[in-house]
């Protein structure tokens, strides 16, 4: 089936550093979704993008949809504790079906 | 307040035995799925669902069923089949593509941790 791969796996990172992950397909998705799960709770949605090329912010987090649409990286900036837990990419390929592929995660520890 | 409900959020139980996970939604969505999610692996999807009395088999469908006898319900039972069931179950839900206020989001559930004995 699809997959999607997501990097770095983990990241260790200073309270204030920048942090930049991302996420490759060898599918092209219509649409792209950034989650982000604390532990022992369900993933929330942070970002969504719809078009190739768009880039989108919400607070601290930046996400792009990439040219080639196979691609999307996140950035947070400014890192703070609270930050820390598993970042899910998503993907969706235009079907007639509702059903979203998710990345392996990449979790985030943040050293105050 | 509207969202997604699962129970029990903790389950333990012995070689041989079925268990049903419970997920109940009253976002009036029309979709509702379920993930497992074993360390490292990310979401894997076991069976979705887009309308009452219909559903498809996921990526991993083996060792489980599911039923869609009401909008607002998605039980998940993982049979004896099932070989290695200990994993966090996550049920999730979303409005449909055709729909408007489509937004690609899923909305998801607090989970139900399963460990075999």
């Known amino acids: 089936g699809q997959q999607l791969n997501q990097s770095p796996q983990s990241m260790f990172i200073q309270e204030g550093e920048d942090v930049s992950m991302n996420c490759t397909s060898s599918?092209?998705?219509?649409?792209w979704l950034w989650y982000k799960q604390d532990p022992g709770e369900g993933p929330v949605l942070l970002i969504a993008l719809y078009k190739a090329g768009e880039l989108t912010s919400n607070g601290r987090l930046t996400a792009q949809f990439g040219i080639t649409r196979k691609d999307s990286f996140l950035n947070i900036s400014a890192s703070i504790p609270s930050d820390v837990g598993i970042y899910f990419c998503?993907?969706?390929?235009?079907?007639?079906?509702?059903?979203?592929?998710f990345g392996p995660g990449t979790s985030l520890s943040v050293i105050p | 307040d509207g969202g997604i409900t699962q129970s029990p959020k903790y389950l333990f139980r012995k070689e041989g035995q079925n268990v049903t996970l419970s997920c109940e939604q009253n976002l009036n969505h029309d979709a509702m799925y379920w993930y497992r999610q074993d360390p490292g692996q990310g979401l894997r999807l076991i069976y979705y669902?887009?309308?009452?009395?219909?559903?498809q088999k996921g990526d991993i469908a083996e060792g489980y069923s599911v039923s869609r006898e009401k909008k607002e319900s998605f039980p998940l039972t993982v049979t004896s089949a099932q070989k290695n069931p200990t994993a966090f179950y996550l049920c999730?839900?979303?409005?449909?593509?055709?729909?408007?206020?489509?937004?690609?989001?899923?909305?998801f559930g607090e989970g139900s941790r399963l460990t075999v004995l």
């Open positions: 669902s887009q309308i009452v009395n219909d559903f």
């Open positions: 999730a839900s979303s409005i449909l593509t055709y729909r408007v206020s489509y937004t690609g989001e899923l909305f």
């Open positions: 599918s092209i998705f219509n649409t």
């Open positions: 998503a993907g969706k390929m235009k079907t007639s079906y509702d059903k979203v592929i």
